[in-house]
């Protein structure tokens, strides 16, 4: 489970960088004809792909469906074919030796996976925390040390309650909150002219919707915490999001409006260096962005309805871009290697055969007496040439009497459940079950690297059986 989400993660973090790359790498072309509007909202195109992972199926018809097999017809037999190629007694050892690695192998990388998994998980939740614990203590503050006020001119911008308060110690207003939302004033006289320009520009951070957009972008940073690009695509959205909102602010203003909206700005600014606060939509800025905010407004020219047109096509290529090729990886990642659910009806259990396997193996179902299944899971090629040889791993169902003798006797075997009545009992040959000889020809050396690949994955075999009704021991 947890290999997957990392499997996700990356490639949300790989295609959201390489669409974050392509904007910047456009930006000096995309900022002269289409403005700092598309730019602001491109990158809530990043976010979508970071966030949002996508898988494509190429497949179509009966092929698209999950792959089932069910357990063939059984055969009744009274005794195992434990026909194999002629070897000598030491030719166990490097079968067991090969086992061992494959193993420890697998679990060296489940391992790995478990810990970067764990190292992702914390990260993400401290990265939360931080975020949730500074907004409380954001809105314990204000709470605490300001005053909620009457502000009828506020219903001339939006029709949404909102509530105004004044606090002291700050020295620009800000919004903040979705579900209740709050304007936060200064504690400073304020001309009509002044407070009218901040009630505009508040209110269209409102109305579009920025707060909203800067709590994904958090979300989105804490989800993928360990990527540098996640921050530099937060630091973008911000200072678009102040050059956007004073351009539809001042779309419709004459130049002494613009003016007086620009004295406003620097009004509010205080002689000490002004600190961001996150998940809010604040006024000011430091002095470089806001001298990039003043020559944008200055500057403001209008965009033709072609060109917004243009614009919102080239983002819409740009997302579906990114989106289809994320979506061809993830099913390169998933669907080239997903596993066919093999159901055995008579074991009551369902495990995971990897797609590699597919057309290589053969099963069989024996008999031994009224209390006693074998299950048989076998390589085809080893199987048809050597009379019954190839086996990979079997699974035996006997009485519950019968378990604790066959766990003592059988190396290699495991008890994966157990009731009143019967006792599942997971096994893999100790015998060489592949032809490993020194005269061996061309066929059978690729027959015997074919079983030892498909060897390597017994071991998660096993870990995926599942039950009805119960909880496997793995």
């Excluded at 050892?93 to 992702?120: D, H, T, Y």
């Excluded at 008999?367 to 006693?372: P, T």
């Excluded at 299944?373 to 019968?402: C, N, P």
């Excluded at 009545?421 to 096994?427: K, Q, R, V």
Aim: aromatic share 10%.
């Amino acid at each position: 489970m947890m290999g997957e989400i990392l499997k996700a993660l990356l490639i949300t973090t790989l295609a959201g960088s390489t669409l974050a790359a392509a904007v910047t790498l456009l930006k000096p072309l995309t900022k002269r004809i289409f403005g700092y509007n598309w730019h602001y909202y491109i990158w809530l195109a990043v976010l979508v792909v970071m966030i949002l992972p996508v898988r494509f199926n190429v497949l179509s018809g009966e092929n698209a469906d999950i792959p089932i097999v069910r357990q063939a017809q059984t055969v009744q037999t009274n005794e195992i074919s434990d026909a194999a190629p002629a070897q000598n007694a030491g030719a166990a050892e490097p079968q067991s030796a090969a086992q061992s690695k494959a193993a420890l192998l697998g679990q060296i990388i489940r391992n790995r996976i478990n810990i970067f998994g764990a190292v992702w998980f914390f990260g993400m939740i401290i990265s939360l925390l931080i975020s949730v614990i500074g907004y409380l203590r954001l809105a314990r503050r204000i709470c605490k040390n300001s005053a909620v006020i009457s502000c009828p001119e506020i219903g001339h911008y939006t029709k949404r309650k909102i509530t105004v308060r004044v606090c002291g110690g700050l020295s620009s207003p800000f919004m903040m909150g979705i579900l209740m939302p709050s304007l936060v004033l200064p504690d400073k006289e304020l001309t009509p002219r002044q407070f009218d320009n901040i009630l505009l520009h508040e209110t269209t951070h409102f109305k579009r919707n920025d707060i909203l957009y800067k709590y994904l972008a958090a979300l989105v940073r804490c989800v993928h915490w360990f990527n540098p690009i996640v921050y530099y695509v937060t630091r973008q959205i911000n200072a678009e999001c102040e050059i956007s909102c004073d351009l539809s602010v001042v779309k419709d203003m004459t130049a002494e409006q613009r003016t007086d909206y620009v004295n406003t700005i620097i009004s509010l600014l205080s002689a000490n260096r002004p600190k961001s606060i996150p998940l809010t939509t604040g006024m000011t800025g430091s002095k470089k962005m806001l001298r990039r905010r003043f020559i944008m407004i200055k500057k403001k020219k209008s965009t033709s309805k072609i060109v917004s047109a243009i614009s919102a096509i080239i983002a819409a290529v740009m997302l579906g871009t990114t989106v289809f090729a994320s979506g061809c990886t993830a099913y390169n990642i998933y669907d080239k290697n997903e596993s066919t659910l093999y159901i055995s009806d008579e074991f009551g259990m369902s495990l995971e055969i990897p797609a590699v396997w597919k057309d290589k193996y053969v099963t069989e179902t024996e008999y031994y007496g009224e209390h006693s299944t074998l299950l048989i899971f076998a390589q085809k090629a080893t199987y048809e040439k050597y009379d019954g040889a190839g086996v990979l791993f079997r699974i035996e169902k006997v009485s519950i009497d019968s378990a604790e003798e066959i766990l003592n006797m059988l190396g290699g075997s495991r008890l994966l459940y157990s009731d009143d009545e019967y006792a599942y009992i997971f096994e893999i040959p100790t015998d060489v079950q592949y032809p490993i000889w020194v005269d061996r020809d061309e066929e059978d050396i690729a027959i015997a690297e074919e079983y030892e690949e498909m060897f390597k994955d017994v071991d998660s075999i096993r870990n995926s059986i599942e039950f009805i009704s119960v909880v496997v021991t793995k």
